[in-house]
């Protein structure tokens, strides 16, 4: 079956490369949301796929790369938010991949529950100005989607072994932002993709570095602290968020800076 995707649009994309011993790592980031590729001999995983609107910048991601849609052998998602799930749920529907996740989230991306910020939530930041820019910016590309995916397979999380899939992520359980997050370390556990368990920036916050997600899109916010604090173990130089640029200096130390703000 045919399905169009959105128009191409000129929104700003940036693609920084991570080397690792067999596999590469490129990171995709855009003003609104990030998601990675994975490339292990001509293969391809997806981590997230951004919001429904962004589909076909996912594609024209992965052709930047020198590759394409079919060469991706499977999906990994952080979590079910609608700007990491939406991207999938059409490219899935388009290409059949299989999108695979901590077992908690399962129910989550197939939207039979929901854990995102809604309308009340938003009500203490309306003096917020980046919150009305950012709505604008990103009601056109689906924030208020419900679609969920039409398939979405759990993986097997005893022990910390790699996952069967180009580039051999590693699930690490980081619930909290919402309840099956999960982040994965790649490029052999130089770097780690760390969804909205730890970000870098966001739209609406005001400060840029390394910070725990602004509290409104927490669904348990003790827990996702919690979620943190474990960061500060790993030994990963280079942290991929899922929202904010990428940043050097180690993983550990980003995790301590954000639980210190
Ligand atoms: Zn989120």
């Given at each position: 079956m045919m399905m169009r995707l959105p128009f191409r649009t000129a929104r700003p994309m940036t693609i920084t490369r991570v080397d690792g011993d067999s596999s590469t790592t490129h990171f995709v980031s855009t003003d609104v949301v990030n998601w990675v590729l994975l490339e292990q001999d001509g293969e391809l995983t997806l981590i997230d796929g951004g919001y429904p609107g962004q589909a076909a910048q996912v594609v024209e991601s992965i052709e930047r790369i020198g590759r394409k849609p079919e060469d991706v052998r499977g999906a990994l998602l952080t979590h079910a938010h609608v700007d990491h799930l939406g991207g999938l749920v059409k490219l899935q529907a388009k290409y059949g991949f299989d999108v695979y996740m901590d077992p908690v989230e399962v129910d989550h991306a197939l939207r039979h529950h929901l854990q995102q910020a809604n309308a009340l939530d938003l009500a203490p930041q309306v003096a917020n100005p980046r919150l009305w820019a950012w709505l604008a910016k990103t009601t056109p590309l689906g924030v208020l989607s419900r679609a969920g995916l039409a398939r979405a397979s759990g993986f097997s999380t005893d022990g910390h072994r790699p996952l069967d899939l180009p580039g051999a992520p590693v699930p690490v359980a980081s619930p909290g932002h919402t309840d099956g997050h999960s982040a994965y370390l790649v490029a052999d556990g130089r770097a780690l993709v760390s969804g909205d368990a730890l970000v870098s920036g966001h739209e609406i916050s005001s400060i840029t570095g390394p910070q725990c997600i602004p509290?409104?899109?927490?669904?348990?916010e003790p827990t996702a602290r919690r979620s943190v604090q474990r960061f500060t173990e790993l030994d990963a130089d280079i942290l991929l968020p899922g929202h904010g640029p990428i940043h050097h200096g180690g993983v550990a130390a980003a995790a301590r800076a954000a639980l210190s703000r």
């Open positions: 509290s409104l899109f927490q669904h348990d």
